[in-house]
């Protein structure tokens, strides 16, 4: 009695799954070589995520800080006039204002001689502005050489100057500064002081005591008020009123604008640079994990010549070397992940940071690494699958 044949079963996919495994653990150097490729990419981007958002909170406190302590009362475009200093010092009794200071800035260019006295001296066209002894703490301005001018200097009407650092290098005026005199307008002006404004609102300008600011020559007069964190929104309201109580709508005044878009426009800049990278370190890892393959269908083929006499397909073969690349990127993930993490709670460690670990991040790290990896195996995957069996196994 003739006996029927039962068709052969190709292998399933738990079977592909234990050979593939069973393969990697065989050649596991070649195979931690190969996933470090990968794990540099998934490392970095890890880094990076979670260390712009551990460090969020911090530069976001920073930004905020200087963003809501800053408030200026503007008078009208048409008053070219100075504001005095008893003017500005009313905005000292608005609650919440820490120091005020007047701040006059002349529109057109000044005439400045240095070092020496008309005619001998140098001409330089500079921007001045003529500001209250208060100012300087009112601006956060950075002392860089010498010393402020003080309230005392401006009752007594010194004709004294400081220099903002870019307007010093422009003019040449070296520092420490000793006995050095600039001109304006014919009248001499000791310098005692090299200045730098991180806000920007004096940088490149000579800065003179506001008693001598000339009349109604083009000056755009302002307060500048600094407050206590976060009273800034109440300052400004009340501000205009304390300043001129017969006029509460003379001065308009400014918050300084948030900076809460710049913060996450340079985080989201900073991130989208450095995922870049972390992309080129995976495509350079794939290049990596589809040569190292490459080579091992080259190694392999009388292994692979034997499963195909034994009944496997080509889409059998295909699949163990697709198989075993996502193993590989797996690994490269693992080792990305765990390298990723460890760099960002050194850092936040370091920085005093509150390190924020998002489980996602660790995950899709995983995930990536193991869809690098079948994608780099796709053409080592269609060599093997092309091998034949024939003249592979002449080689045994």
């Known amino acids: ?21 069973l393969t990697i ?3 596991t150097g070649s195979a931690i070589r190969t996933a470090c490729g990968v794990s540099i990419g998934i490392a970095a981007a890890v880094a990076t995520l979670i260390i712009s958002t551990s460090a969020a909170g911090a530069i976001s ?19 070219q006039h100075c504001i005095d200093t008893a003017t500005a010092q ?21 005439a400045v001689t240095f070092p020496e006295a008309p005619p001998f001296g140098a001409k330089h066209d500079l921007h001045t502005a003529y500001v209250d002894a208060s100012t300087a703490d009112a601006l956060s301005l950075v002392i860089e050489s010498g010393r402020f001018f003080d309230a005392a200097m401006v009752q007594q009407r010194h004709r004294v100057a400081v220099v903002d650092i870019v307007a010093a290098k422009e003019i040449g005026l070296t520092w420490p500064v000793q006995q050095q005199s600039l001109w304006i307008d014919g009248f001499s002006y000791h310098i005692i002081g090299v200045t730098s404004d991180p806000s920007g609102a004096v940088t490149g300008r000579v800065l003179i005591p506001s008693w001598a600011a000339p009349p109604k020559a083009d000056i755009h007069g302002s307060v500048i008020v600094r407050t206590a964190l976060g009273a800034a929104d109440q300052v400004a309201a009340e501000l205009p009123l304390a300043l001129d109580p017969s006029r509460p709508t003379f001065y308009k005044t400014l918050v ?8 996450e426009e340079v985080s989201q800049e900073t991130q989208f640079l450095v995922l870049g990278l972390s992309l080129v370190s995976l495509l350079v890892g794939a290049i990596g ?11 392999r ?17 295909a699949a163990l070397f697709f198989i075993e690349g996502a193993y590989v990127g797996a690994l490269g ?20 940071w509150i390190a924020v670990l998002d489980v996602r991040v660790c995950v899709v790290g995983l995930l990536v690494g193991a869809l690098v990896g079948m994608l780099a195996a796709v053409w080592p995957a269609v060599r093997a699958a092309q091998v034949s069996p024939a003249a592979s196994l002449r080689g045994l």
Do not use: H, W
């Open 289 to 299: 994990v589809a040569n190292t393959m490459l080579i091992a269908v080259l190694e």
């Open 333 to 352: 993930g693992v080792i990305g992940v765990i390298t990723g993490v460890l760099v960002s709670l050194s850092v936040c460690v370091y920085r005093g």
């Open 61 to 79: 406190d920073r930004f905020d800080e200087r963003a809501a302590t800053r408030v200026t009362a503007i008078q009208p475009s048409n008053e």
């Open 25 to 27: 653990l065989g050649r």
């Open 1 to 21: 009695m003739a006996q029927s044949k039962r068709p052969a079963s190709g292998p399933t996919i738990p079977d592909l799954l234990r050979d593939s495994f």
């Open 90 to 110: 009313r905005a000292t009794q608005v609650n919440g204002v820490i120091v005020a200071g007047g701040l006059c800035q002349k529109a057109s260019l000044t």
């Open 256 to 263: 300084q604008a948030s900076l809460g878009q710049l913060r």
């Open 301 to 317: 083929r009388a292994e692979i010549g034997l499963r195909v006499a034994l009944g496997s397909t080509k889409r059998t073969i």
